[in-house]
């Protein structure tokens, strides 16, 4: 995994919209911009909730080739980090498996997940650019970019519900140590090999691992640890 890869994938964890750009069925293969909220899935790759009836998912299955550009709001554009992940848009066949990941950050969409017309795809990346700062600018290849997730994925929910119903204080003490918020209620709502985000009140935060873990008692000592330094 290279260090402009790894950097690029955690940045992009920290996101959760950004401009999906087509090529126009309509319009003979002009580019097509929309915006679109995705998560990442466990490996890195963006998944996006979008309706059959949707002009760019009509682009999409005539011509599966996309790039999505994330980039956080700044007066200056210009200055900030920013990644586009440039790839192939995939449908997937089933939506449950997604599902309850996708609702816990985007509670919103669930009228949209139970209607029939909508349907995940998933971006597999052939190229990834990352532009981490002035001077600062790579072309990633997929292999740097993506983690493989060892089986995290099966017990994320578990994890979460623990979390959740066991350690409240741990995660405000999280929200207050590393963010600086004061949460009435802080609940996690997904856990990756890089991190794990928490919705405190209203808001989305992001936590990051000093290192990607995988395994059960990794993740559960970078918990711990973070428990403590909270306290301090």
């Known amino acids: 995994m290279s260090e402009q890869g ?16 087509t090529l ?7 580019p097509f911009g929309s915006v679109s909220p995705f998560i990442l899935d466990h490996a890195g790759r963006p998944v996006i909730l979008i309706s059959d009836l949707a002009e760019h998912t009509k682009n999409i299955e005539a011509d599966p080739r996309v790039s999505l550009i994330v980039q956080p709001y700044s007066p200056d554009m210009q200055t ?14 089933d939506k ?8 816990r950050y985007f509670p919103q969409a669930e ?26 600018i790579f072309w990633v290849d ?16 578990d994890i979460i519900a ?15 140590h590393v963010h600086g918020v004061d949460a009435h209620e802080a609940t996690m709502v997904g856990l990756d090999p890089d991190g794990f985000d928490l919705r405190a009140d209203d808001r989305l935060l992001r936590f990051s691992f000093d290192t990607p873990v995988t395994e059960s008692d990794a993740i559960r000592a970078a ?7 909270s306290r301090t």
């Open 6 to 21: 790894h950097e690029a994938r955690r940045f992009t964890r920290g996101q959760t919209s950004g401009v999906l750009s």
């Open 24 to 30: 126009s069925k309509r319009l003979d293969g002009f």
């Open 111 to 136: 009228a949209y997940f139970s209607m029939h017309d909508f349907q995940f795809y998933r971006l597999e990346p052939v190229k990834v650019r990352w532009i981490g700062g002035f001077g600062r």
């Open 162 to 176: 623990h979390m959740n119903q066991d350690h409240a204080d741990n995660l405000r003490d999280y929200c207050r």
């Open 96 to 103: 449950d498996a997604l599902g309850p990941r996708y609702l």
């Open 80 to 93: 900030t980090g920013r990644v586009t992940v440039i790839g192939h848009a995939l449908r997937l066949p």
């Open 223 to 229: 918990l711990v640890a973070l428990a403590r330094a």
């Open 142 to 157: 997929p292999e740097a970019f993506l983690i493989p997730p060892e089986g995290l994925a099966d017990r994320e929910a």
